[in-house]
């Protein structure tokens, strides 16, 4: 079975500077973070504060997601990390 996101929370973690959000392959949960920096890089103008951070996650979702699936194809892992060079892939 392919990773799906049927779970639209996300929520973010200042202390390290990134925004979690989750997948799941079957029954298997997959923990993503997408770096400050790698949202920036989608959306230049967003601000500092959590409330603007994931008002970009928001507005780049589907971007986010395929990044996040192509991140996860073929690899056992139970979490990642994706940062702005994942991007520009």
Request: glycine share 4%.
């Amino acid at each position: 079975m392919a990773l799906n996101f049927p779970n639209p929370s996300r929520s973010y973690e200042p202390d390290h500077a990134r925004v979690r959000f989750w997948g799941h392959d079957s029954a298997m949960e997959v923990s993503f973070f997408l770096d400050e920096d790698a949202l920036f890089r989608l959306s230049p103008s967003t601000g500092s504060d959590e409330k603007a951070i994931l008002k970009a996650f928001d507005a780049n979702r589907s971007r986010i997601m395929d990044v996040a699936r192509k991140a996860y194809t073929g690899r056992q892992t139970h979490a990642f990390i994706l940062g702005a060079s994942d991007f520009s892939k």
